[in-house]
């Protein structure tokens, strides 16, 4: 849930909730790296920090600023259901998170080969699809059927959505891309943007 008059900033180690109204910072959290991308989706805040050449990415509370877990990787089209983190790896699986550890659920190979696929939310369904495949995730062990998306959707036509979710961090893959970092969306509460759908066409 918004609220008014907060922003969240960083400044190269640091991130902090500034209150505009009050000019003054509610929180403050240090971290021993290179603050270089930061995302918020609801009462998270999606850190991306490197050091060495190395890429992590930190989850942290919007309301305390407390550091939840830390991953040595970025997280691309990220999804939270409930108390599940879905996200696309680079290895085009798709891996499924405990958003309060950070523990791995399940880890599923796609079956996309020659491109990272779109993964979007409807009607309470996770679909992952591309041109010429999609796929129905089961949310809760993983497993992958094959099935057409919702009528009117033509999974041939769609090059971006944004579904009921309403915001994917990171939807470009790094494969398509060469590297994107979670971005500042900027504005009233440094939320994160949609980056748009995968670029890449043909094959599955």
């Known amino acids: 849930m918004k609220q008014q008059g907060m922003v969240i900033a960083s400044e190269k180690e640091e991130l902090f909730k500034y209150n505009t109204k009050d000019q003054k910072k509610e929180w403050s959290t240090k971290f021993e790296k ?22 992590y990415t930190t989850l942290v509370d919007y309301h305390t600023g407390e550091k939840k877990w830390s991953l040595k990787k970025i997280l691309y089209n990220i999804h939270i259901l409930e108390d599940t983190l879905l996200y696309l790896d680079t290895s085009k699986e798709i891996v499924s998170l405990s958003i309060e550890t950070g523990e791995e659920r399940f880890r599923v190979k796609t079956g996309f080969r020659w491109t990272s696929p779109k993964m979007t939310l409807l009607g309470g369904n996770v679909y ?45 893959g790094s494969a398509d891309t060469g590297h994107y970092l979670m971005h500042d969306g900027g504005g009233g509460d440094a939320s994160g943007g949609d980056f748009g759908g995968d670029a890449g066409g043909g094959g599955e």
């Open 34 to 55: 290179s603050i270089v991308g930061i995302s918020r989706i609801e009462d998270f805040v999606f850190v991306s920090t490197t050091r060495w050449g190395k890429i």
């Open 128 to 172: 992952l699809f591309s041109p010429k495949k999609t796929l129905l995730l089961n949310q809760k062990n993983g497993a992958l059927t094959e099935t057409q998306l919702p009528s009117k959707l033509n999974s041939k036509e769609i090059t971006f959505i944004i579904d009921e979710f309403q915001m994917n961090i990171n939807t470009l």
